[in-house]
């Protein structure tokens, strides 16, 4: 099956770093990838989508400049997290399609805890 | 605009009875639809999808799906739980008509099955 892989799984870092989450397809390439964002007990919340050598698309009220994405290739997408602060927190999500009528293959997310 | 709704926060099943987590839809279009499953700390695992043809769909783990088109509903069941499949459900929505690959998720329903 389609696999996609998250590194790092969990961040613990100083208020004023910026930190970099990889999203890598293993054993596919994909076509869009998308980053998603999670609270406590919450659904997702997509961030933006990205496609492979263009600008990322993001979703409204969410910082371009704090959340920096990166799509170089059709295996490999970044989210990178600028001066992180304690507010930026939470569980973050990314996952690989390969087509409107394909689902969605997730990684295992990133727990970020920002001190 | 695409929305789903599942109506229950929690769904208590005891082992071996059948399970039902509901999930309801709004697209303009025709939906293509998806069942997801997360457990603690991890990512959205794919359990089942409709596309088109038959509206009861089979999916991983003895989970299967029925397309309801007049209700417009696709809930998830399961004819006898496991306390393996407590976890964190999602009923995700893409409106085929719609452009790109969006996924809209519904809240969630955490189901707890007890020995």
């Known amino acids: 099956g389609a696999v996609v892989s998250q590194h790092p799984s969990w961040v613990i870092c100083k208020s004023g770093t910026s930190v970099k989450i990889e999203c890598r397809s293993l054993?596919?390439?994909?076509?869009?990838m998308f980053w998603y964002r999670q609270f406590p007990k919450q659904s997702l919340m997509l961030m933006a989508t990205s496609n492979e050598g263009s600008k990322a698309t993001y979703e409204q009220g969410v910082e371009k400049d704090k959340f920096l994405i990166n799509h170089a290739s059709l295996t490999l997408s970044t989210l990178t997290v600028t001066s992180a602060h304690p507010e930026d927190s939470s569980f973050y999500i990314c996952s690989a399609g390969q087509g409107v009528n394909q689902p969605q293959h997730f990684g295992d997310g990133t727990r970020l805890s920002i001190l | 605009a695409q929305s789903v709704a599942q109506p229950e926060d929690q769904v208590n099943v005891a082992e071996g009875n059948p399970l039902t987590v509901k999930c309801t839809y709004s697209?303009?279009?025709?939906?293509?639809l998806f069942w997801y499953v997360q457990y603690p700390n991890r990512g959205l695992q794919f359990l089942l999808k409709y596309i088109t043809g038959d509206n009861l769909v089979k999916g991983s783990y003895g989970f299967e799906a029925e397309f309801n088109k007049s209700q417009t509903s696709f809930h998830l069941k399961k004819p006898s739980a496991l306390v393996s499949d407590s976890a964190l459900y999602f009923c995700?929505?893409?409106?085929?008509?719609?452009?790109?690959?969006?996924?809209?998720f519904g809240g969630g329903t955490r189901v707890l099955v007890k020995p």
């Open positions: 697209v303009s279009g025709n939906p293509y």
């Open positions: 995700a929505v893409r409106d085929i008509q719609a452009a790109g690959n969006k996924l809209t």
């Open positions: 054993d596919f390439q994909a076509t869009t």
